[in-house]
Nanobody, 126 residues
Framework: QVQLVESGGGLVQAGGSLRLSCAAS????????VGWFRQAPGKEREFVAG????????YYTDSVKGRFTISRDNAKNTVYLQMNSLKPEDTAVYYC???????????????????WGQGTQVTVSS
């Protein structure tokens, strides 16, 4: 079992920045891929960014490329999502998710992840 806790959400003006954290506990000795997802009201949960266990490979959805950066500190069992140049359309609940089963490619579907955090609200005002 892996427990995930997100933090760092809040209210920010357009153009501002936030850094989300996803702290893992439990079976953290296992290698796991981490993805950040977001879900706006009335919309499906969508992939935002992902990072492999080693941290060497990162992936982003097109709408956040150049603005968001995902990183991880395995010594602290924490994954970060630095969000810059925020836009009102980034408003959503942000979730981190972990996959402990081996996979070659970066999973982008929520169904491919094993563990989820409770989510943190990000609101960007115009």
């Amino acid at each position: 079992q892996v427990q995930l806790v997100e933090s760092g959400g809040g209210l920010v003006q357009a153009g501002g920045s936030l850094r989300l954290s996803c702290a893992a506990s439990g079976r953290t000795s296992s290698s796991y891929t981490v993805g950040w997802f977001r879900q706006a009201p009335g919309k499906e949960r969508e992939f935002v960014a992902g990072i492999t266990w080693s941290g060497r490979s990162t992936y982003y959805t097109d709408s956040v490329k150049g603005r968001f950066t995902i990183s991880r500190d395995n010594a602290k069992n924490t994954v970060y999502l630095q969000m810059n140049s925020l836009k009102p359309e980034d408003t959503a609940v942000y979730y981190c998710a972990a996959r402990t089963r081996f996979i070659v490619t970066m999973p982008r579907s929520p169904a491919e992840y094993d563990y989820w955090g409770q989510g943190t609200q990000v609101t960007v005002s115009s």
